[in-house]
């Protein structure tokens, strides 16, 4: 079992300029390639769920299985107002209930203080 630690979060080497799941997810693909693991399981949760999903579309002949904790529907279009009810909902709990996913897309290093100290912190 290998549990890398994300680029740019906790005992990685810092990484200048912006970098989002789709890179994140070369990259460890990249790691994998140096560890001679050509072919991998991966489990990705809240911000490892985007990059397991994009490891998943860009590399499926490395990919055994993947498991997900977090679904994504981003910008699905609505063909009903029936349909576009959960829609609203869902955005208004993003809304007023996601603070800490906003907090780790925009300022990801100040929660890094409080779960880099060990590898649980991070898992945690």
């Known amino acids: 079992m290998i549990v890398p630690s994300l680029p740019s979060f906790a005992f990685s080497n810092p990484i200048t300029g912006i970098i989002g799941p789709r890179r994140a997810g070369t990259l460890l693909h990249g790691l994998m390639r140096k560890l001679e693991d050509e072919r991998y399981i991966v489990q990705g949760g809240d911000w490892g769920a985007h990059i397991a999903s994009w490891l998943a579309y860009e590399r499926p002949d490395a990919f055994m299985g993947f498991h997900m904790v977090s679904i994504f529907a981003e910008n699905?279009?609505?063909?009903?107002?029936?349909?576009?009810?959960?829609?609203?909902?869902?955005?208004?709990?993003?809304?007023?209930?996601?603070?800490?996913?906003?907090?780790?897309?925009?300022?990801?290093?100040?929660?890094?203080?409080?779960?880099?100290?060990?590898?649980?912190?991070?898992?945690?």
């Not at 959960?86 to 779960?115: C, F, K, N, W």
């Open 76 to 124: 699905a279009e609505s063909t009903t107002a029936e349909e576009k009810k959960p829609i609203a909902r869902r955005d208004s709990i993003l809304d007023t209930e996601s603070g800490y996913s906003h907090e780790q897309r925009t300022r990801p290093q100040t929660l890094d203080v409080a779960m880099a100290d060990s590898p649980v912190g991070v898992a945690a």
